[in-house]
């Protein structure tokens, strides 16, 4: 068997057609959708996420403001900074770019962003409503991954789904979500005993854990949806998932590819997330 490609790039550029017409629409309304973006420090990685983030507001026709912060800014200059954008009404959503020098406690920086314009909805008001079912903002990764799986018509009820990782941002959400679609959900992580015996069950088996090509073919049931989100680099410094994906994608049905999988539907998300947030404040 060979398994069927979900290709997240091409998904992502449907979904961001409709959220460019949808953005038109409320300039239309005279709201243009406002991102501010923190950066704090040096991180090169980050740096390079949050390049992509404003590129593709502009694509979009949104709103971006990047603010840059040197990597030794206190607690206090952070807060106050969120505190002021909470206050900008040109700005619907915030996001602070992951990971923060280490004299500031990310728990509390989270959770000085306004939940309603916490876009990356990684504040503890935005988990518990997604974990009680109720509206709130969906962290994007998973939520990426929920649109990867609706749009190549995976359903989901009464499925056995197995999520290898349990990360605040990936792994946990993503299982929640997954619940709250009526799959039956497993969650594996670092200390699971025999992880193969758990993954080998699942219908879909959803892997983040970081490791390049952690996932193989003995770990994988037939026709088992694979949707794979690792971001790493294999000892040539290429670009890999967590998913040896020339032996699985051999007995997987479905299988997302790393590049173009799960992570072009990340900014995608966070994107829709914040043409939201800019209509909920003119409901
Ligand atoms: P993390 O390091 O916070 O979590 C990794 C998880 O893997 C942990 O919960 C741990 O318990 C589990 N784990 C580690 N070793 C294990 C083992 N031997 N067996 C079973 N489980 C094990 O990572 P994260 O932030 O959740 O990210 C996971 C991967 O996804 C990384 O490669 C990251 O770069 C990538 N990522 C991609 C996107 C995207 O947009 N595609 C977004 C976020 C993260």
Do not use: W
Not at 46 to 67: A, D, P, W
Not at 136 to 149: D, K, R, S, W
Not at 169 to 192: D, E, F, M, R
């Amino acid at each position: 068997m060979t398994a069927k490609i979900i290709n997240g790039k091409d998904i992502a550029a449907k979904k961001k057609i409709e959220i460019a017409q949808e953005v038109k629409q409320l300039k239309a309304k005279g709201v243009t959708p406002g991102l501010a973006v923190i950066l704090v420090g040096n991180n090169h990685a980050s740096r390079t996420y949050v390049t992509n983030k404003q590129k593709t507001c502009e694509e979009l026709g949104m709103y971006s403001i990047l603010i840059e912060m040197p990597e030794e800014t206190t607690e206090e200059e952070l807060l106050t900074k969120i505190k002021g954008l909470n206050g900008d009404t040109k700005i619907h959503g915030i996001l602070v770019q992951l990971p923060l020098p280490k004299q500031i406690d990310e728990k509390k920086v989270i959770e000085a962003i306004a939940p309603e314009k916490d876009v990356d909805g990684f504040h503890p008001i935005n988990i518990g409503r997604m974990l009680t079912g109720q509206n709130a903002f969906l962290p994007c990764t998973p939520y990426g991954i929920m649109v990867l799986l609706e749009e190549s018509g995976i359903s989901l009820s009464g499925k056995h789904a197995v999520v290898v990782g349990r990360s605040n941002i990936v792994g946990k959400p993503v299982g929640q979500l997954l619940l709250n679609h009526n799959a039956t959900v497993t969650y594996c992580h670092s200390k699971t005993k025999d992880l193969p015996f758990h993954t080998k069950q699942a219908d879909i088996l959803i892997a983040a854990v970081g490791i390049p090509n952690f996932i193989t073919a003995e770990h994988v049931k037939e026709g088992a949806v694979v949707i794979d989100v690792g971001i790493n680099r294999n000892e040539e410094g290429k670009l890999c998932g967590d998913v040896a994906f020339n032996e699985v994608s051999e007995i997987a049905g479905f299988i997302t590819p790393v590049p173009k999988g799960v992570g072009p539907m990340t900014i995608t998300m966070l994107m829709y997330n914040t043409v939201q947030s800019a209509k909920q404040s003119i409901e």
